[in-house]
């Protein structure tokens, strides 16, 4: 268990459909298909059908910026992934952040 799981935290690493230069990333729906190339990445025991995404890598407007957000805990289950996402901002130019949001406490 990480430390952020201990702490009751998620950590997410956000790509923003915004180039560095502040121009709109094209195509539109691009924060959907990266999220669908990354739908296979689950974690262990969970459920999903052929047409949803991974819990781990989730499209989302966030102030009015067509954004994915990748929670930090891919890097554990698939590097590989990981590492795939972190070089797609980079190879686009894409404005990133971090943010660290409370863990959803499930009822048991």
Same mark, same amino acid.
């Given at each position: 268990m990480?430390?952020?799981?201990q702490?009751?935290?998620?950590?997410?690493?956000?790509?923003?459909?915004?180039?560095?230069s502040?121009?709109?990333?094209? *195509?539109s729906? !691009?924060?959907?298909?990266?999220?669908?190339?990354?739908?296979?990445?689950?974690?262990?025991?969970? $459920?999903?059908? #052929?047409?949803?995404?991974s819990?781990?890598?989730?499209?989302?407007?966030?102030e009015?910026v067509r954004?994915?957000v990748v929670?930090?805990?891919?890097r554990?289950?698939? *590097?590989?992934? !990981?590492?795939?996402?972190e070089e797609?901002?980079?190879?686009?130019?894409?404005?990133?952040?971090? $943010?660290?949001? #409370?863990?959803?406490i499930?009822?048991a």
């Amino acid at each position: 268990m990480s430390e952020d799981q201990q702490q009751g935290t998620i950590r997410q690493f956000i790509i923003h459909g915004v180039t560095q230069s502040g121009q709109r990333f094209r *195509p539109s729906d !691009w924060a959907e298909r990266l999220s669908g190339v990354m739908a296979r990445f689950r974690p262990g025991g969970s $459920r999903g059908g #052929p047409l949803t995404y991974s819990p781990y890598v989730v499209p989302m407007v966030i102030e009015g910026v067509r954004c994915v957000v990748v929670d930090h805990r891919l890097r554990q289950l698939e *590097p590989l992934a !990981w590492n795939f996402v972190e070089e797609f901002a980079k190879d686009n130019n894409l404005r990133t952040s971090e $943010r660290e949001i #409370p863990e959803r406490i499930r009822p048991a």
